[in-house]
């Protein structure tokens, strides 16, 4: 019995200790960073989301907004260059048909005079 007790008092005095190091002495930082901070891979990973995004609620614009946080000029070219590799690494079809879809939508958007946006 004596032993379960000293087992028992052990753990909590452990997590105790776990939960106040945690807390105090080495807490978890978050750091903010935009899109066009991030690897070249994870930017392409953020592209197929924004045209899974895209292809659920077809809002353009609010596309158009989340590519232009990348700070790339060409956002169609992109776009296209992402879903020509996809493809080519063998990624599903339906990924690549939706990257696809948006760099055809967004070349119609960007090429409809300003008035009519």
Same mark, same amino acid.
């Given at each position: 019995?004596? !032993? ?5 008092? @052990?753990?909590?005095? %452990?997590? *105790?200790?776990?939960?106040?190091? %945690? ?9 903010? #960073?935009?899109?066009?901070? *991030?690897?070249?891979?994870? &930017? ?16 353009? @614009?609010? =596309? ?5 946080? *990348? @700070? &790339? =000029?060409?956002? $169609? @070219?992109?776009?296209? !260059? #992402?879903?020509?590799?996809? &493809?080519? =690494?063998?990624?599903?079809? &339906?990924?690549?048909? !939706? ?6 939508? *967004?070349?119609?958007?960007? $090429?409809?005079? $300003?008035? =009519? !946006?």
């Amino acid at each position: 019995m004596k !032993r379960f007790v000293l087992l028992l008092a @052990g753990t909590v005095v %452990g997590v *105790l200790a776990g939960a106040w190091y %945690g807390w105090s002495v080495s807490p978890v930082t978050y750091n903010e #960073i935009s899109p066009d901070q *991030l690897r070249a891979e994870y &930017q392409a990973d953020y592209v197929l989301m924004v045209a899974e995004t895209y292809a659920a609620d077809h809002d353009l @614009g609010e =596309a158009a907004v989340r590519l232009s946080r *990348l @700070g &790339q =000029a060409d956002l $169609t @070219g992109l776009v296209r !260059r #992402i879903a020509d590799a996809y &493809q080519a =690494a063998g990624y599903p079809e &339906q990924d690549c048909t !939706r990257l696809y879809d948006l760099a055809r939508d *967004l070349e119609r958007f960007s $090429t409809l005079p $300003t008035a =009519a !946006r």
